[in-house]
């Protein structure tokens, strides 16, 4: 398999999803998911993702559709579609597998997974969490990850319209 067929093998289906977790579990490995847009990627994600990654021996990235980043962020986004972004996310060495999910949160994926660690930023309190109870129902950890500060999709989209318009 060449390095562009690796990358696309990391991107699957939710269908996908029970023989690979079958896979990983049969090996024991400890699985580990987070979601998000990761519309730009920028330094920010990689230190979360590479911390998230850290936990465990999988990292699974839940990655919003196109129409769920679009409910979530406005009409203006995404940037990046979700085969782009889905590519990216899964070209990362420590990625896993990119799951993509058109729900407003990733709770029935998180069902789904049933991770060993689910990971969200620390602008997050833990209980507040999606998938919460399922991690807490398995003895399962719920962990927060710092920002980097001064890192945002937002701000990078700012900075452009920014010099677009010769603020």
Not at 1 to 20: A, G, H, Y
Not at 52 to 81: C, F, Y
Not at 94 to 120: C, M, R, S, W
Request: net charge neutral; aromatic share 8%.
């Amino acid at each position: 398999m060449n390095q562009f067929e690796v990358i696309r093998s990391k991107i699957i289906t939710v269908n996908d999803l029970p023989s690979k977790l079958a896979y990983w579990r049969f090996k024991s490995m400890k699985i580990v998911f987070t979601n998000g847009c990761f519309d730009i990627l920028h330094a920010g994600h990689i230190e979360y993702l590479a911390k998230a990654a850290s936990e465990g021996d999988i990292l699974i990235i839940g990655l919003n559709t196109d129409q769920s980043v679009r409910k979530l962020k406005g009409m203006h986004r995404p940037i990046n579609d979700e085969n782009a972004r889905a590519l990216i996310m899964a070209s990362l060495s420590f990625v896993g597998a990119v799951v993509l999910f058109d729900e407003d949160t990733p709770y029935n994926l998180i069902k789904l997974i049933q991770p060993d660690v689910l990971i969200k930023g620390s602008d997050y309190n833990p209980e507040n969490i999606v998938g919460y109870d399922i991690l807490m129902a398995k003895k399962g950890e719920v962990k927060t990850i710092d920002f980097v500060p001064g890192y945002s999709t937002t701000a990078i989209e700012q900075k452009i319209f920014n010099n677009l318009s010769g603020k």
